[in-house]
T-cell receptor, first 116, second 115 residues
């Protein structure tokens, strides 16, 4: 089974609108972490936001918020007030303990394009 | 502050040639280190991770190998490159242990083209 699933290969959003990027995960580790990264066309991977499995509140970082629904095993990224510079690939990732070590698994990504 | 370096930035190599990509981290000690490969338009595939000097775990069997000769140095190698080795190689580090968020910080990447 896929550890991290991103079902939207591509998304379009109008500038200044909000957009939700989907991510579901699968793990048996009770203590895990969920991340979102942004990868612009330059290739660099930029950390955006983190949610721990025991965190009671949804994580927020500026215009980014993570809609964490633990029972549904989903961790969707919400970008509010989209900007042209938000056009990029977005990857969801999960950290879990495996063999005594942290392992991070990435989803296949969603390509977001912001339309002026 | 911590920084992570990768070189070279781009590389074009013929099939069957050797490969050595280097990654170094500054400003932290005993980091966890990772090598990922990203094929064009695809997600990240974890190749190797290391929790300490000389400790390497391989995720995918292939003709690549990794070594960690020093605490903050991680090297990806191959004796004979294949066409399928082309891709964008990213090195990353995270703090060791279980404290904090342990997000991974990525280097600038090496774009490898095998012809």
């Amino acid at each position: 089974a896929q550890k991290i699933t991103q079902t939207q290969p591509g998304m379009f959003v109008q500038e200044k609108e909000a957009v939700t990027l989907d991510c579901t995960y699968d793990t048996s580790d009770p203590s895990y972490g969920l991340f979102w990264y942004k990868q612009p066309s330059s290739g660099e991977m930029i950390f955006l936001i983190y949610q721990g499995s025991y965190d009671q509140q949804n994580a927020t970082e500026g215009r980014y918020s993570l809609n964490f629904q633990k029972a549904r095993k989903s961790a969707n990224l919400v970008i509010s007030a989209s900007q042209l510079g938000d056009s990029a690939m977005y990857f969801c990732a999960m950290r879990e303990l495996s063999g005594g070590y942290q392992k991070v698994t990435f989803g296949t990504g969603t390509k977001l394009q912001v339309i002026p | 502050s911590q920084t992570i370096h990768q070189w070279p930035a781009t590389l074009v190599q013929p099939v069957g040639s050797p490969l050595s990509l280097e990654c170094t981290v500054e400003g932290t000690s005993n980091p966890n280190l990772y090598w990922y490969r990203q094929a064009a338009g695809r997600g990240l595939q974890l190749l190797f991770y290391s929790v300490g000097i000389g400790q390497i775990s391989s995720e995918v069997p292939q003709n690549l190998s990794a070594s960690r000769p020093q605490d903050r140095q991680f090297i990806l190698s191959s004796k004979k490159l294949l066409l399928s080795d082309s891709g964008f190689y990213l090195c990353a580090w995270s703090s060791g242990g279980l404290a904090g968020t342990n997000e991974q910080f990525f280097g600038p990447g090496t774009r490898l083209t095998v012809l």
